[in-house]
């Protein structure tokens, strides 16, 4: 019989790409969903699944028991200001009371902890979606100017210190100044702030927390993250190398080209370094579309 994975799925086509690619490897796949975050096609991609309400981790773990789960993975995103009124059951309750911060990452590592000691191994999404990590390097045509690179390492330094506070992973940047910060609205949202604070030409910087649980809450963007800049007239993405998931990279770039967005696969190295930029630790990934 083959092992069972328990998918706790929020929103996007994240799920879907976990399922599939987990079902290629003979894994029979179980999931659960949350309405309206989850996409409603997401239990035809499953072998068995259930819809709970926001909060229900008993009801996860009642579920996870009765289809002998082996492993569970996490992939989508929640809409975080709906998760603010959530009525948890009982063990979430408990849950929420043991914390001192209630940040995404907080939650998240006590979510794990509680799951584990039910005998369960959660796994990250890059265990079955490791061609999705984001290489390192320029990945457009096109270089960030003196000025992106700038704004690269600025954004970076940002993020990674408002990260360390379990706030956020995105931070956008105009010329030295900082237009928004992703708190509570999510990546998407701060993007479109930005955009109308700042007015065209912004660097949109995204990064995994420092010291988050990478098995739980990876950083994710595709094309609709260039849509989101494209619609912002941002003018660079620069997501973090080797720890981030990029979705349906080719359709991106070709996206980021169209609105002549650069994209970076950036890991944190001094721009004014660089051979041709700034960057000693870039590796030139170019697309030719």
């Known amino acids: 019989m083959p092992s069972t994975l328990g998918l706790v799925a929020g929103g996007s086509r994240f799920p879907h790409a976990i399922a599939a690619a987990a079902r290629n490897h003979g894994w029979r796949v179980v999931g659960v969903g949350f309405a309206p975050d989850t996409e409603p096609d997401l239990p035809q991609a499953c072998d068995a699944f259930v819809w709970l309400r926001l909060g229900q981790l008993g009801g996860i773990i009642d579920f996870f028991r009765k289809q002998r789960v082996s492993h569970i993975v996490f992939a989508g995103p929640i809409h975080k200001p709906r998760a603010l009124s959530l009525v948890p059951d009982l063990r979430a309750a408990r849950l929420l009371l043991s914390l001192r911060t209630r940040g995404d990452d907080a939650i998240l590592r006590a979510v794990r902890q509680t799951l584990e000691a039910e005998g369960w191994q959660v796994v990250g999404a890059d265990t079955f979606l490791p061609h999705h990590i984001t290489p390192q390097g320029v990945l457009t045509r096109t270089s960030p100017t003196e000025q992106q690179w700038t704004d690269i390492a600025l954004g970076w330094e940002i993020a990674g210190a408002v990260g360390k506070w379990d706030v956020g992973q995105c931070v956008v940047?105009?010329?030295?100044?900082?237009?928004?910060?992703?708190?509570?609205?999510?990546?998407?949202q701060a993007i479109a702030r930005a955009g109308d604070l700042g007015g065209p030409g912004a660097v949109v910087v995204k990064r995994a927390k420092p010291g988050q649980d990478r098995a739980l809450d990876l950083p994710a963007v595709g094309p609709r993250t260039i849509e989101t800049m494209a619609a912002a007239q941002a003018s660079c993405l620069a997501v973090e190398a080797g720890g981030s998931l990029f979705f349906e990279l080719e359709a991106a770039l070709r996206l980021a080209h169209t609105h002549r967005i650069t994209v970076v696969g950036y890991a944190g190295c001094a721009p004014e370094k660089s051979s041709r930029t700034g960057n000693p630790c870039a590796r030139d990934h170019r697309e030719e579309i």
Request: proline share 0%; charged share 25%; glycine share 12%.
């Open 173 to 188: 940047v105009r010329h030295g100044v900082v237009l928004a910060v992703e708190a509570i609205e999510g990546t998407d």
